[in-house]
């Protein structure tokens, strides 16, 4: 009784407004969740634009995580971007109609290994091994309550642990990407001379043909977005995890889901908003 009147259970409606009912319910949940996980992720945004007033919080801690961010995944990102230059110019040259000039073997490299697939491939991968790292990281330190002690000894976890990673991140990404790019292209440049038979002077008319300064812009404003994509979405799912060793793991595994998504949505909306400006 509420008031006069007798609240009825869902279940004693009949089937199709019980399941209306039910439908209403879980849309209505759902979406108070996703506004509710919104305005949490608002707040550790906050938290973070704070914590960069304390330099002498993260300072030291932000060189060692360029460290292990950058320097860490030089060999993955060269064997990486090496078999995917070597695929691209076998890919291009096998599929030419003949009498097709050799030279758009360096210009499709060149476009497809700096606009898209030396950012996107390399931020991909970084996530799964950066990204995890900082989840799994952030994650046990909360279920070992080492976050409760730094708060205990008036450190700012957030300063101490999430900002180096967003500054480390969102600064060595784009490093590892030229790095990416250029091992590409050079990969790409041994393969087409060297297996395909390619003249090199081919190769080298092809990828400079069209060439604009602001390709490699946009190169390297993707892969920025990208770095602090990874440590946004990884630190913070990390800084929420609960329910011990499993919690660390489910978190984990959803950071690189949502960081990969977020990625692929960045991507395409960077294509779709700058691509007309990368013809020279």
Do not use: W
Not at 88 to 99: K, S
Request: proline letters at 3%.
């Amino acid at each position: 009784m509420g008031g006069g009147r007798m609240i009825r259970d869902t279940g004693s409606f009949p089937v199709v407004q019980k399941t209306g009912i039910r439908v209403f319910r879980r849309v209505t949940r759902a979406t108070a969740a996703i506004f509710r996980d919104i305005g949490l992720r608002t707040y550790f945004v906050r938290d973070i634009l704070r914590g960069l007033g304390d330099p002498a919080t993260y300072a030291g801690e932000t060189i060692r995580q360029m460290r292990n961010i950058g320097v860490g995944s030089v060999p993955l990102t060269v064997i990486v971007a090496a078999f995917i230059g070597g695929v691209i110019a076998l890919q291009v040259r096998y599929q030419l109609f003949p009498g097709v000039e050799l030279s758009i073997i360096g210009l499709a490299s060149r476009l497809m290994i700096v606009l898209e697939l030396g950012p996107l491939l390399t931020g991909l991968v970084l996530t799964g091994r950066v990204g995890a790292r900082m989840t799994a990281e952030i994650g046990t330190m909360r279920v070992t309550e080492q976050i409760d002690a730094l708060e205990t000894l008036a450190y700012d976890p957030v300063a101490y642990l999430v900002v180096p990673r967003v500054i480390a991140s969102t600064l060595m990404l784009p490093t590892v990407v030229v790095l990416a790019d250029a091992v590409g292209l050079l990969s790409a440049y041994f393969v087409s001379v060297h297996v395909t038979h390619v003249t090199s002077e081919d190769f080298i008319t092809g990828l400079r043909l069209g060439f604009a300064n602001f390709q490699v812009v946009y190169s390297l404003l993707k892969a920025t977005m990208f770095g602090l994509a990874i440590a946004l979405v990884c630190a913070y799912e990390g800084y929420i995890t609960e329910a011990g060793a499993e919690g660390v793991g489910r978190s984990t595994a959803r950071a690189v889901v949502i960081t990969s998504v977020t990625i692929l949505v960045l991507d395409a909306l960077t294509a779709g908003i700058l691509a007309p400006f990368l013809q020279s």
